[in-house]
């Protein structure tokens, strides 16, 4: 059993950054791939970033390449999202997640954290 809890939303301009923390419960942290997703009023819940569990392979949305990093530290149970060049479409709900190899998909997700809401401003 794992339990996740997201910190760091807010709002924020156009062009700012955010860093998303999602501390996880339970020993069994580090046997799971991690991921972020994201939900916007009247939108399906989205997938953004996901990492593995030793931290070797990362992926993530081409809406956010270039501009968001996943990251984990497996020793303090928490995996971060660090968000630059926020745009006005990337207003949602952000969801922290723990996996296995499918967790870049929603069916794919085993614990999902309670969400903490981003807002960027124009």
């Known amino acids: 059993q794992v339990q996740l809890v997201e910190s760091g939303g807010g709002l924020v301009q156009a062009g700012g950054s955010l860093r998303l923390s999602c501390a996880a419960s339970g020993r069994t942290f580090s046997r799971y791939a991690m991921g972020w997703f994201r939900q916007a009023p009247g939108k399906e819940r989205e997938f953004v970033a996901a990492?593995?569990?030793?931290?070797?392979?990362?992926s993530y949305a081409d809406s956010v390449k270039g501009r968001f990093t996943i990251s984990r530290d497996n020793a303090k149970n928490t995996v971060y999202l660090q968000m630059n060049s926020l745009k006005p479409e990337d207003t949602a709900v952000y969801y922290c997640?723990?996996?296995?190899?499918?967790?870049?998909?929603?069916?794919?997700?085993?614990?999902w954290g309670q969400g903490t809401q981003v807002t960027v401003s124009s």
């Open positions: 997640a723990a996996g296995g190899r499918g967790i870049t998909k929603v069916a794919g997700v085993d614990y």
């Open positions: 990492i593995s569990w030793s931290g070797g392979s990362i």
